[in-house]
Nanobody, 122 residues
């Protein structure tokens, strides 16, 4: 399995920026897509952005622009740059990986980190 550790969250003023990091370890050869999700109090977890091993990115509606996802395959790390933070961005941000549908990865499952708290004050 893959283990994930997020970092970079914190308390920031509205309009500020943060760069979240997620380092993967374990069976990293089986990592296909990596992504960032977030969950606010009383809300369901939602996708923010995803990125494939080839660097193709997708963003949730209204996220493209302020949010930028990137990936360093050599370091097994995915990043999320957030600019122009708003109070509604306050949430726990989680890193996620999806495995390749390959024989060698047949026992792998999606992995989740413990999350990093982002709090935006006005």
């Amino acid at each position: 399995q893959v283990q994930l550790v997020e970092s970079g969250g914190g308390l920031v003023q509205a309009g500020g920026s943060l760069r979240l990091s997620c380092a993967a370890s374990g069976n990293t050869i089986c990592i296909s897509t990596m992504g960032w999700y977030r969950q606010a109090p009383g809300k369901e977890r939602e996708v923010v952005a995803t990125i494939t091993s080839g660097g193709f990115t997708t963003y949730a509606d209204s996220k493209e622009g302020r949010f930028t996802i990137s990936r360093d395959n050599a370091r097994n790390t995915v990043y999320l740059q957030i600019d122009g933070l708003k109070p509604e961005d306050t949430a726990v941000y989680y890193c996620n990986t999806e495995p390749w549908h390959a024989h060698i990865c047949r026992n792998e499952h999606p992995s989740w980190g413990q999350g990093t708290q982002v709090t935006v004050s006005s």
